[in-house]
């Protein structure tokens, strides 16, 4: 299958491979329902334009055509997997790195200025649950808002590109059928991609909150000097091992390369903290 969407077929094969997500198959009449969904009325797909597109995906080694039902192949499962982050936005990296990220720098930060001003277990507390709270609050507001407004520019500039290919299809009545089903998908996307952003905010505020949360708990409940020892230890598997590992296996870059970039990254916003807390 070409990434390309040059024709009605191929905008059938994203509406197939984004339904048959799963490994489980799926009836073509149900199919054939849910292609329906997408049009909402505003253009008739037939029964032979569907049955065209799924050959074409089995000959492409995408999906197994039965006689009733289809189901998607290992490679159809692993292309579908790509469409749906592309266009759904359902794979949360960004998220989790950032509240690793933010909710470690805080815990760090929080411990370190606790030992360093030597305060109390109750002022400890206040002054953490203060912080983590507001990190996790506005980690949440930037990746609602932000994250909504940068994701539908994404999808309009694709649907953008996408309908530049069909406008150069010969049949001015396939055209039109391409054109209008790909715009009832995009709509459809939007929505699910509201959806995907408020999972993504809530995602990115719990991680925060937890990243910061457990080595400042380890810190006020432990006996000193313990307690310091390990909240640090706690951070530093948290950024060195999990994050770390996260991240390198979403980009396969060297795990060393990526630990280096993190800690340098993490002692940078951590020690500037510090010193412009210090300085207030």
Request: aromatic fraction near 6%; charged fraction near 20%; hydrophobic fraction near 50%.
């Amino acid at each position: 299958m070409s990434f390309e969407i040059q024709e009605l077929s191929d905008v059938i094969k994203v509406v197939v491979l984004l339904n048959l997500r799963k490994k489980e198959g799926m009836r073509k009449t149900l199919l054939k329902k849910r292609l329906d969904k997408v049009c909402a009325g505003r253009v008739c797909i037939k029964m032979s334009d569907m049955e065209k597109a799924l050959r074409e995906m089995a000959s492409e080694g995408l999906i197994i055509n039965g006689e009733d039902t289809v189901q998607l192949t290992p490679q159809g499962l692993k292309l579908g997997k790509e469409w749906e982050s592309l266009l759904l936005k359902k794979d949360p990296i960004i998220e989790v790195v950032a509240g690793l990220v933010d909710g470690s720098i805080t815990g760090l930060v929080v411990v370190l200025s606790a030992f360093i001003a030597n305060l109390t277990a109750k002022t400890a507390a206040f002054a953490a649950l203060l912080t983590l709270t507001a990190v996790a609050i506005t980690n949440f507001s930037s990746f609602l808002l932000g994250g909504i407004t940068e994701d539908l520019a994404d999808i309009i500039t694709l649907q953008n590109l996408m309908n530049f290919s069909l406008s150069d299809i010969p049949n001015r009545k396939e055209r039109d059928k391409s054109l209008t089903l790909l715009k009832s998908l995009f709509t459809l996307l939007q929505r699910e991609v509201n959806r995907a952003n408020l999972f993504a905010a809530l995602t990115c505020s719990t991680t925060t909150f937890l990243a910061g949360s457990i080595p400042i708990i380890a810190y006020l409940a432990l006996p000193e000097p313990f307690n310091a020892l390990v909240a640090l230890g706690i951070v530093g598997a948290v950024v060195g091992v999990f994050l770390v590992r996260y991240r390198s296996k979403k980009t396969r870059v060297n795990w060393k390369i990526i630990l280096l970039e993190t800690i340098v990254i993490v002692a940078i916003a951590a020690l500037a903290s510090l010193l412009l807390g210090g300085m207030a």
